[in-house]
C-alpha cells in the first residue's frame, strides 16, 4: 500500500469535519448566472437525479435528459447507434439506444483475470469489441440499458469500477505504462493510485443504483468534502510522467507530475496545471492548451498539491459558460500569480522553482523488453485502441489466449496499446508460441506514423462525430504508407491523431500530423506540434477530403525526407521551413 494512503485517510477524516459547501457561491463568471447543468447537480441528490426511474422504464431505451448527463458521473454515457439511425426512422421505431460503459483502472493496470473477465462482459453484453482509451482504460461500446446494471456489476465483481470514469470529476488518473522498468516507475503507478482514491467522489449514489447498496436516506447526511454539492464545473483530467517518456501527454491534462529521480531516487515532483485539447470549431474563446509548468514540490506533499489543484478549479472555475470552464480557461483568466496565491492560502504551499528534465518521446515501446528484476514484457500494437476480432488477425482472442495463462499484468498505455508484464523466463517461451499462433503484429514491418497513432471512437455511436476516426484509420494509413515508403520515411516516427470532431478526445492537437472531422470524408488538417508533446500545433487547411490531405502530404513528406536535418522531427521541420506558424501557447492556436 502507497504511504500517501495513510495520509489521505487522515485528510478526509479533517475535511468530513468541515461543513459541507455549496462551492457554487464561490465560483467565477462574473454576475452571469449559473448554468443549467450547474443547477441539475445542485439538485441531484449527490448524483442520483431519477437514474434509477430512468433504468426501471420499460417504454423506452433512452433515459431522461437530466440522466444522461448524471450517468456520466456513474461512468457510462447513452449514446445511438448511428447507421442504423435511418432505417429505424423509416421502420417508426425510436433510435437503437446504446450505452458507453467506462472502466476506472488508474495507470491502467490489470490483472490477468481482470482482463478475461472485461474481454467476457464485451462479447455478453458489449459489440464484441474492446476500445482501450488514450487514458488508459477499457471502454465497453453497445450495451443496451436492460444490461446496464448488470454489466456494471460485474465489472465491480472484478474489483474495477466505472465511478467517476467520466462527469465533472477527476477521471481516470494516468501513469507511465512502463511500471516494472525501474522502482521509481512503481513508485509512480503507486502514487498515480493514491491519488485516484483521494479523489474519487464519496457519494453512497453509485453503489446504491447499481450495487443495490444500502439506501442513504434521502441522501441529505451525505457529504462530498472535497466536491461539495455541484463538484467540479467541468471534467478534471490527471496523469503522471515520467522523464524522458512522456506517454501520459502530460502537457494535456489538467493537472500533471512530472518525477523528478535523483541518484535512481523518486524525490518529488515538477507540477503542470491547465492541460486541455478540446475547442468548439468557429469559437476563438475556446482552443486546445499546453500546460503550464509551474514548480517543484517533495513527493510527500503529492496529495495535499493534487487537492489544492481541484480546490483551485472548484471554487474558480467558470460555472456559468460550460464551454469556458476547463481549468486551462481558469488559469489564463485568472493568472499563475493568484494560482500559486490560492494554494498557499488553501494548503499552505509554496511551490520550489521547477527542476530541469527532457522528454525524449511520447511513443511507446513495442515487442519484448527486460526490466531491472530479470523480468519480460512485450508491447502489443492495438491500431486505434480497438480490440476486435477482424478477418485475417484476431486480435481480440488472441489476447484472451495469453490472458488465460499469464501470471503477470496487463497495462494499458495512454497510447492506446497494451503491455504484456511480469513475464517469468519460463513463461515467455509459451507466450511467444501464443503471439507467432495468433500472428500478433510484428511492429518491425509497421510504419512508425502507424505505430504512433491515435483515434477516438468517433462514428458509428458518438453522437458528436462528424467525421470518421478510429474505423478509417487503418485504411489511410495504408496510404500514407505509400507515400512514405516512396520517400525513405517509413522507419521515421511521426506522430499522427484523427478524431471525429475537435473534443479532443484523441488528443488531436498535440500530433504532429492531425485530422480533425468537419463533415462526412472532410477533415481539417493541423501541423507543427512537437514529437514530445509540448507543443501544440495549428489548423493548417479546413475541410479537406482523403485525395486533397493526400495531395497536401506528399510534396510536405518528400521535401522533409529531402531536406531534414539530422533527427528533426517532422513537427520541428514544418515550422522551421515556414510552412506553418509555431503554436507557442493556447491563446495563440487560432492565430
Ligand atoms: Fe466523439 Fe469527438 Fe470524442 Fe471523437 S473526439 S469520440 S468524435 S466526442
Not at 440522466?67 to 426512422?89: N, T, V
Not at 488472441?398 to 517469468?424: D, P, Y
Not at 508460441?433 to 495468433?438: D, F, P, S
Not at 455511436?461 to 504508407?481: G, Q, W
Request: net charge neutral; glycine share 8%; charged share 25%.
Amino acid at each position: 500500500m502507497c504511504d500517501l494512503i495513510i495520509y489521505d485517510l487522515q485528510l478526509k477524516k479533517k475535511m468530513s469535519n468541515t461543513k459541507d459547501t455549496n462551492y457554487n457561491s464561490l465560483s467565477a463568471g462574473g454576475d452571469a448566472p449559473m448554468s443549467s447543468f450547474e443547477t441539475l447537480k445542485e439538485n441531484c441528490n449527490f448524483l442520483r437525479g431519477t437514474i434509477q426511474e430512468s433504468l426501471n422504464d420499460p417504454l423506452t431505451g433512452s433515459i431522461s435528459a437530466d440522466d444522461q448527463l448524471l450517468i456520466k458521473f456513474h461512468g457510462a454515457y447513452q449514446q445511438q447507434y448511428r447507421d442504423l439511425d435511418d432505417e429505424r426512422k423509416k421502420q417508426k421505431l425510436e433510435p437503437l439506444y446504446i450505452f458507453l460503459i467506462r472502466v476506472r483502472v488508474p495507470g491502467g493496470v490489470t490483472t490477468a483475470q481482470q482482463w478475461l473477465d472485461m474481454d467476457a462482459l464485451a462479447d455478453k453484453y458489449g459489440d464484441k469489441t474492446l476500445k482501450l482509451t488514450t487514458r488508459q482504460t477499457f471502454q465497453f461500446h453497445g450495451v443496451l440499458k436492460r444490461n446496464l446494471k448488470t454489466t456494471i456489476q460485474e465489472i465491480n465483481k472484478s474489483l474495477l469500477d466505472t465511478i467517476a470514469a467520466c462527469g465533472d470529476v477527476n477521471r481516470n488518473v494516468m501513469s507511465s505504462a512502463n511500471i516494472f522498468e525501474s522502482a521509481v516507475h512503481g513508485e509512480v503507478a503507486e502514487n498515480a493510485k493514491c491519488i485516484s482514491v483521494h479523489l474519487t467522489p464519496q457519494t453512497n449514489a453509485y453503489h446504491e443504483i447499481w450495487l443495490d447498496g444500502e439506501l442513504v436516506a434521502g441522501g441529505e447526511k451525505e457529504e462530498e468534502s472535497l466536491y461539495g454539492k455541484t463538484y467540479l464545473p467541468r471534467k478534471f483530467k490527471t496523469a503522471l510522467a515520467i522523464p524522458p517518456c512522456n506517454d501520459t501527454d502530460i502537457f494535456s491534462n489538467d493537472l500533471g507530475f512530472i518525477a523528478i529521480v535523483e541518484d535512481e531516487k523518486l524525490i518529488g515532483y515538477n507540477l503542470t496545471v491547465g492541460g486541455g485539447m478540446a475547442y468548439s470549431f468557429g469559437n476563438t474563446a475556446t482552443y486546445p492548451r499546453v500546460a503550464d509548468l509551474v514548480g517543484f514540490f517533495p513527493k510527500e506533499q503529492l496529495l495535499e498539491v493534487a487537492e489544492g489543484v481541484v480546490i483551485f478549479q472548484r471554487d474558480h472555475g467558470n460555472r456559468s459558460e460550460r464551454k469556458n470552464a476547463r481549468l486551462k480557461y481558469t488559469i489564463d483568466r485568472l493568472g499563475l500569480d493568484f494560482f500559486h496565491a490560492e494554494l498557499l492560502r488553501n494548503k499552505g504551499i509554496t511551490l520550489q522553482p521547477a527542476k530541469s528534465y527532457k522528454f525524449e518521446t511520447l511513443g511507446d515501446k513495442y515487442g519484448w523488453l527486460q526490466s531491472e528484476d530479470g523480468f519480460w514484457h512485450y508491447g502489443v500494437f492495438v491500431e486505434g485502441g480497438k480490440l476486435a476480432d477482424r478477418s485475417g488477425y484476431n486480435a481480440k482472442t488472441a489476447l484472451r489466449a495469453i490472458a488465460k495463462i499469464h501470471e503477470g499484468t496487463f497495462i494499458l498505455t495512454g497510447n492506446q496499446n497494451v503491455v504484456i508484464a511480469q513475464v517469468s523466463k519460463a513463461q515467455k517461451t509459451k507466450i511467444d508460441t501464443l503471439l507467432k499462433k495468433y500472428k500478433v503484429l510484428n511492429t518491425d514491418k509497421l510504419s512508425q506514423m502507424r505505430l504512433n497513432s491515435i483515434a477516438c471512437a468517433a462514428l458509428p455511436y458518438c453522437s458528436l462525430a462528424f467525421a470518421e476516426s478510429e474505423r478509417y484509420l487503418p485504411t489511410f494509413i495504408d496510404k500514407v504508407d505509400k507515400i512514405l515508403a516512396a520517400n525513405g520515411l517509413m522507419k521515421t516516427p511521426i506522430s499522427i491523431r484523427i478524431t471525429g470532431c475537435a473534443n479532443g478526445c484523441g488528443r488531436p492537437f498535440l500530433a504532429e500530423i492531425a485530422m480533425v472531422g468537419r463533415a462526412p470524408g472532410k477533415y481539417n488538417l493541423y501541423l507543427g506540434a512537437n514529437f514530445t508533446g509540448e507543443r501544440l500545433n495549428k489548423l493548417y487547411k479546413e475541410m479537406l477530403s482523403e485525395e486533397q490531405i493526400l495531395a497536401e502530404l506528399m510534396p510536405l513528406l518528400a521535401d522533409y525526407a529531402k531536406t531534414k536535418e539530422i533527427d528533426e522531427h517532422f513537427g520541428d521541420f514544418v515550422i522551421r521551413k515556414g510552412y506553418i506558424k509555431a503554436t507557442t501557447a493556447g491563446l495563440n492556436f487560432h492565430d
